[in-house]
C-alpha cells in the first residue's frame, strides 16, 4: 500500500471511487453505534452486582466514629470515605473533602464560589473586568464549558508528550494577574491518555502566579484507571510538590468514583490545604447540611480500603483492555500503510485521540455520522468548540460491546481514509 | 396557681428561689439533652430498614424508559422519580426536575444561579446595586443564612395565624423592583407549623411584582408530613394559582424526601413552569451530567406510587405524634396555669413554635444549656439572628427518645419559669 501523499491525482481519483461506493454500501446498512462519551459499559455495570448488597435491612449504619449515616450531618464526609478517597488521591484524610455524586459538580460549585466569594477571601471574580483560565488542548470539553457559561476568557496551551507547554503557562501565570487557574487532566489525560511528567509537576508546583488567588485545577479523574498490570504511568502527588515549593494554597485537587463502581451514582472529592478546605467549608456550610453518607458507607464497605479499590479496577481493565487494544489495532492496520493520521496509545484513562490531516476532523465527524456512527463532535476538545486545526477527534471506545466498536471502528477508518483522499484531491 | 404577672414582688422573690433551686438541681443532673434540629429519630430510621432491599444484587437497573440508571444522563431525573416527586408536589410530572440528596442545596444553587446568570433572561443579580428578599418571620435559619450569604437585604414580614401578613408583601413586592423574591414554607411552617390559608395563597399568586425577576421561593418541605389523619391543613396548589393568576413563571416550589425517607440520602426536587424549567435546565447542563439515579430507582420501588409514600409517612406520624403531644400537654400543664408564653398547636411538620415573654429567649436558651438541655439558638428564626423581641424559641421534639423528651421538657419549662420570673422582678 503507498501513501496517499505519494499518490498521483488519477490514483487518489480511482481511490476516492472505490472508497465512495464503501462508503455508500456502510451507509445502508443502518448501523446505530457509539464513539462518543467517556460511559462504562453495561459489562464493567454488571460486574458490580454485589455493590448493592453492601447496605441491606440488617445492616449497621454508624460510622466507625459513631455518625447515624441515615441522619443529617458531617459536612466533609464520614472519616473512612475521607480516609479511602484520600488514599486514592495520595493525600492524608485531612486534607479530604467527600462531596456527592459528582466531581464535575465540584469543580462547578468551585469557579462559581470563586466568582461570587473569592477565594479565601480574595475579590470576588465577578466584580473583576477580566478572568481567564488556561486550558491545555486538546483537552476535556466540560471543563472549558464551565468557565464560558462564567464568561471566563479560555487561553489556549498547546499539550507535549509530557504534558502542557510550561514555557506558555509560566509566561502567562506569572505575569497576568487576571489569571486565576488552569484546567488539568494530569493522568491518562482526557482525550489524549497523556500523564504529565515529573519535570512539568514540579514547574506547575514551581509557579509564581501573578494572582494570589490562582489556583490550578487539577482533575485526577484516572487516577487508577489503569489498563495493564506492568505499564503503568506515575504522576507525582501535586499537593506535596506545591507544598515543598511554597505554595501550598495553589492547587484543587478532584477525584471521583464515577468510573469506579458507577457514574452518577459514586462519590467525589476535592483535596486541597487546610486552609482552602476551611474557607470552602464556611462556604458550603450555608449551601447544604451534608452530602450523601450512605452513598458515602455503601463505597468504604464495599471496597474495605484502597487496596480493594485497586484490586476492583483490575477487573475493569480486564474489560476495557482489548477495546483500547483493538482501537490501536485497527488504526495501525488500515492507517499507518498509507501514512493518514497520528493518534495517541494511551495505558490508561477512557480516550484514544486521533488527529486527522488538518481541515478533515468535522467532516469525519459527518460522515461517521451519516453511516450510523456517533463520536464526540469535532472541535470539541477545545474551547468554544473551535479546533484551529479541525484535525482533534477523540475516540472513546469504553461504552460499546467489543464487536461494534470493530464495526464502528471500520467505519472510522474508511471515513477517515475518504476524507483525507478528498482534502489531497483539493489541492492536487 | 397563680398568675405570675399578679404576683406581688415578695411572692416572685421567694418563687425565685424556690425556682433557683430546682435549676440548680437540674444542673447537677448532668444531662446531655438535644431539642435543637428537625431531626428524625433512630427510631423512625430504624423503621425503614426495608429501603435497603430495595436495590439488590438480582435487581433490573433500568428505569421504564430504558434507562440504565448506573450510568450518566437524564438530567431532569427519570420519569418515575418525576412522577412520584410531582405527585408530592401536586403538580405534573413535566413540571419536576429531580435533584440530588438535598433541597437546601437546591433552592441555594437556585439563589446562586440567578447571582450569576439571572432569571430567564434578567441581569444577573450580581450586577444590580440591591437585592432585597422578603422573610416572614419566625422562619427557617437556613432560608436566611442563603439571602445572609449572597449579600441579599431581608425584610421581615410578621407572620399571622393564616400566613404571611399579605397587605405588607404586596406593598413590598408590587412597588420594589429591587424584591427578587420570598422565603415560604407555606404548610406546617417551620418553626411555627402554620398552614396559609386559601386567602394567603391567592394574594400570593395575585402578586403584581414590579421585578420581572421577582420569584417566590415555596418550600413545601412538610407537605405530607402530617401528625394526624383526621386532622390535617391542606394547601391550595401554588403554581396553578400563579399560572390562573396570570403569573405562571412566579414560583419555585421545593420539596425533598429528607423526611421521609432519609436526611442526607433522600432525593430533592423542583416545581416550576417550563420556561423556567428550561431555563434552570440550560444552565444546569453544565454543572452536572445528572444526579443520583440509583437513588431515585430506590424511592420509586421502595414507595411503588404516591399512595405508598403517603401509607408510609402514617407510620412517621405514630412516632411523631406523642412526641408533639406531650410537648403540648407539658406546657399547657406548667405555663397555661401561671400566664406565662405562647406556642403554636401545629398538626403537622417538625416544630413548636414558643413565645418567651419578650426579652427571655436568649436567657431561657442559656440556661437550658446550662442545665444540659441544648435548643435551638435564640434569635436563629429571624434573619441575622436578630429577633426584635428576644421572644421567639423553636422547639424541635422529633429527634430525642419521649423519655428524654420529657426531661427535656422538664429543664424548658423550669427556665421559662425562672427567666420569666427574673424578668417580672426587673420592673417590680
Redesign the interface.
Known amino acids: 500500500m503507498k501513501a496517499y501523499k505519494d499518490m498521483t491525482k488519477e490514483e487518489l481519483m480511482a481511490l476516492k471511487e472505490e472508497l465512495t461506493k464503501m462508503f455508500e454500501d456502510a451507509k445502508g446498512k443502518g448501523l446505530k453505534l457509539n464513539m462518543a462519551?467517556g460511559?462504562?459499559s453495561?459489562e464493567q455495570?454488571d460486574m458490580?452486582?454485589?455493590f448493592?448488597?453492601t447496605?441491606?435491612?440488617?445492616?449497621q449504619?454508624k460510622s466507625e466514629a459513631g455518625i447515624?449515616?441515615?441522619?443529617?450531618?458531617e459536612l466533609v464526609g464520614i472519616a473512612e470515605a475521607r480516609k479511602l478517597m484520600g488514599d486514592m488521591m495520595e493525600v492524608p484524610a485531612d486534607n479530604v473533602f467527600v462531596f456527592?455524586?459528582?466531581s464535575?459538580?465540584v469543580m462547578?460549585?468551585t469557579v462559581?464560589r470563586s466568582?461570587?466569594?473569592g477565594v479565601c477571601g480574595s475579590t470576588?471574580w465577578?466584580k473583576l473586568d477580566k478572568v481567564k483560565f488556561l486550558t491545555p488542548v486538546p483537552g476535556y470539553d466540560?471543563h472549558f464549558?464551565?468557565t464560558?457559561?462564567?464568561g471566563i476568557e479560555m487561553i489556549n496551551i498547546p499539550m507535549h508528550a509530557d504534558g502542557p507547554d510550561m514555557d506558555l503557562v509560566e509566561k502567562y501565570v506569572n505575569s497576568d494577574p487576571a489569571v486565576k487557574g488552569i484546567w488539568c487532566v494530569p493522568k491518562y489525560s482526557n482525550p489524549q491518555g497523556i500523564t504529565y511528567s515529573e519535570e512539568v509537576c514540579k514547574r506547575m508546583a514551581g509557579l509564581k502566579p501573578a494572582a494570589e488567588d490562582f489556583r490550578i485545577f487539577w482533575d485526577n479523574a484516572y487516577t487508577i484507571h489503569h489498563l495493564y498490570e506492568d505499564k503503568q504511568d506515575q504522576l507525582p502527588e501535586i499537593l506535596e510538590l506545591c507544598e515543598k515549593a511554597g505554595n501550598p494554597d495553589m492547587v484543587y485537587k478532584f477525584c471521583s468514583t464515577s468510573k469506579v463502581t458507577?457514574?452518577?451514582?459514586g462519590i467525589a472529592a476535592m483535596a486541597a490545604s487546610k486552609k482552602n478546605l476551611e474557607f470552602i467549608k464556611s462556604?458550603i456550610t450555608?449551601?447544604?447540611?451534608?452530602?450523601?453518607?450512605?452513598?458515602q458507607l455503601r463505597h468504604v464497605r464495599y471496597f474495605k480500603d484502597f487496596e480493594g479499590m485497586k484490586n476492583h479496577m483490575k477487573k475493569h481493565a480486564a474489560i476495557l483492555r482489548p477495546k483500547f487494544e483493538l482501537v490501536l489495532k485497527r488504526l495501525d492496520e488500515e492507517l499507518t500503510p498509507i501514512g493518514v493520521g497520528e493518534w495517541t496509545k494511551p495505558v490508561g484513562g477512557y480516550f484514544v485521540s486521533f488527529q486527522a490531516p488538518n481541515g478533515c476532523a468535522k467532516k469525519i465527524v459527518a460522515m461517521c455520522k451519516e453511516a450510523g456512527v456517533t463520536l464526540t463532535g469535532a472541535g470539541a476538545t477545545y474551547p468554544y468548540k473551535k479546533d484551529p486545526d479541525d484535525s482533534n477527534i477523540r475516540i472513546a471506545p469504553t461504552f460499546p460491546p467489543i464487536e461494534e466498536l470493530a464495526q464502528a471502528l471500520d467505519i472510522f477508518t474508511l471515513c477517515v481514509k475518504l476524507a483525507s483522499v478528498e482534502k489531497l484531491l483539493e489541492t492536487a
Open positions: 462519551r460511559l462504562p453495561a455495570l458490580e452486582a454485589d448493592f448488597n447496605l441491606n435491612p440488617s445492616s449504619f447515624d449515616c441515615r441522619n443529617y450531618g456527592g455524586n459528582s464535575l459538580n462547578y460549585d462559581c466568582m461570587i466569594h470576588p465577578c466540560r464549558a464551565i464560558e457559561q462564567f458507577f457514574p452518577g451514582s462556604i450555608i449551601q447544604t447540611i451534608g452530602h450523601d453518607k450512605l452513598n
